[in-house]
């Protein structure tokens, strides 16, 4: 989430079990919902402009890649 959206920096919004063996790799696709990445303002839900970093993990705490894309 941009630093603007006053919301939580992370947000689990999309999730897929995969298991490859050692060295193995293969590309995903998965659909995040617009309504995912809103926060709630004046009683309204509002895509918040700015920098979304999406990214992939074994866990909340080990990161493997990730992106950055400018939203609105």
């Not at 995969?18 to 193995?24: I, N």
């Not at 809103?38 to 992939?56: D, E, H, K, M, N």
Request: cysteine-free; proline content about 7%.
């Amino acid at each position: 989430m941009p630093a603007s959206a006053a919301a939580e920096p992370r947000r689990l919004v999309a999730f897929q079990k995969v298991t490859l063996p050692a060295g193995g790799t293969k590309r995903l696709g998965l659909t995040i919902p617009v309504q995912d990445l809103t926060v709630r303002r004046s009683g309204a839900t509002t895509l918040v402009p700015g920098g979304y970093t999406f990214a992939t993990a074994r866990s909340s705490r080990a990161v493997t890649a990730q992106r950055t894309l400018t939203l609105g």
